[in-house]
């Protein structure tokens, strides 16, 4: 059931409480956990589809990265314990198939392999200065699934099937970005990219911005680890950390000049006792800062209080019907659209959709969809378009089309 409304609350941008925003760069060890768990998924599918033309039942949706212990100092530093990575979830292991012959054949599938591989290839595309023989040690628990959840999967496993929901859950979204949200999202991309670490070698990966918005006043708080075999004493890290602030000082006078931007980068340093962010390898997780999926950015790649929210991980489920990774994504992409084709004529969209297990992903249980129009904006006119973006969204090529995306690691999901 859709129910298409009018908001009772106004635009972000228009609203006198506080916004706060905070993205979790990619080398933190919760977005760690996130990107780990996804790719694990991706990776079974692949093999999954490669070999028996077919996803089977999984979800890898619970990794754990444990802090090592760490001595760093100017110019190097000690690894005293190293990080611990462990994966958990359930897989199909064996596949039963049948031969040209009429036989069968018990095949087993390399889950152990290809999630340990998968660690590895994820940690050393994410940090620069992480030695995978030597910073860290890694692990998996993937088991077997639950029958009950498995069938409701195998029920819907054709290629070409309308999947059933194997949960009842809820997914939401919104569109547009704010401004806070822009240079939240944009900030962390900023620092991590290959561009600026060539600039900036002492900044490691374990970035976390926070941003906060009263009126056009924006704050903006850097939290960097810096890596300390490219850093010979306290100037030289003070002219790294100034490095960042400037960049970023200069990205939101691109992306947000209106607004009045501070920026202040690792503010727990205390130059003159010692005191400052240094890591070896370029994040907090290497002296005991855990991480876990989950705890991090949604879908969108924010963590927004002050708009509506999931609690649900969506990292590391499966592509094909859990509703928890479905949903979350697909309300921000309607958002989005509805945005997108209303021209100017909606200033915001809000998606909410509930799943019901058992139930084809193609008819939530019930679609809830918010609009904010713009002034002297008939709602009726806006209202169809919400209409018609749900029900191209709500078809099954559609959920078909996501699916390919999400495996082929073509949609954001931290």
């Not at 561009?195 to 903006?220: A, L, W």
């Not at 890596?227 to 004493?233: A, L, Q, T």
């Not at 969809?369 to 378009?385: H, P, Q």
Request: hydrophobic fraction near 40%; include cysteine.
């Amino acid at each position: 059931m859709l129910k298409v409304t009018k908001a009772g609350f106004l635009p972000i941008e228009k609203s006198e409480f506080p916004e706060l925003v905070e993205r979790k760069g990619i080398g933190h060890p919760d977005t760690v956990c996130d990107a780990v768990a996804d790719a694990c998924s991706r990776a079974l599918c692949a093999y999954y589809l490669e070999n028996y033309d077919r996803v089977y039942h999984h979800n890898v949706d619970k990794a754990a990265l444990v802090g090592g212990t760490a001595k760093p100092e100017f110019g190097g530093g000690l690894i005293i314990q190293p990080q611990y990575f462990l994966i958990v979830g359930r897989a199909i292991h064996q596949i039963l198939t049948e031969c040209s012959d009429g036989s069968n054949k018990l095949d087993y599938i390399p889950v152990a392999t290809i999630c340990i591989e998968t660690q590895r290839k994820v940690l050393s595309e994410i940090f620069r200065n992480l030695d995978l023989n030597r910073d860290i040690q890694f692990d998996y628990a993937v088991r077997p699934g639950s029958i009950d959840l498995t069938g409701v999967f195998d029920e819907s496993h054709h290629t070409e099937d309308i999947p059933l929901a194997n949960d009842t859950s809820f997914g939401v979204g919104y569109a547009p970005y704010s401004d806070v949200e822009k240079i939240a999202l944009e900030a962390e991309r900023m620092i991590n990219s290959n561009k600026f670490k060539k600039k900036c070698k002492g900044s490691g990966e374990d970035i976390k911005i926070m941003v906060e918005r009263i009126g056009d006043e924006v704050g903006i708080t850097v939290a960097a680890a810096m890596v300390s075999k490219y850093i010979e004493d306290a100037s030289e890290y003070m002219s790294y950390t100034n490095q960042i602030k400037d960049a970023v000082l200069d990205l939101a006078s691109d992306i947000i000049p209106e607004r009045d931007v501070t920026c202040q980068v690792n503010v727990a340093d205390n130059i003159e006792k010692g005191i400052m962010y240094l890591t070896i390898t370029g994040t907090s997780a290497e002296a005991g800062d855990d991480g876990e999926v989950g705890r991090g950015n949604r879908s969108n790649g924010l963590i927004t209080p002050c708009r509506t929210m999931s609690l649900e991980a969506v990292c590391g489920k499966n592509p094909v019907n859990h509703v928890g990774k479905l949903y979350n994504v697909l309300s921000t992409e309607i958002a989005r659209e509805i945005f997108q084709l209303g021209q100017g004529d909606i200033a915001e969209a809000h998606v909410k959709l509930l799943s019901q297990i058992g139930r084809p992903i193609t008819d939530p249980w019930i679609a809830s969809i918010e609009l904010i129009e713009a002034e002297n904006v008939n709602f009726e006119s806006v209202r169809k378009i919400a209409n018609e973006v749900f029900e191209e969204k709500m078809s099954k090529d559609s959920f078909l089309d996501l699916r390919r995306r999400l495996i082929a690691g073509k949609v954001q999901v931290f």
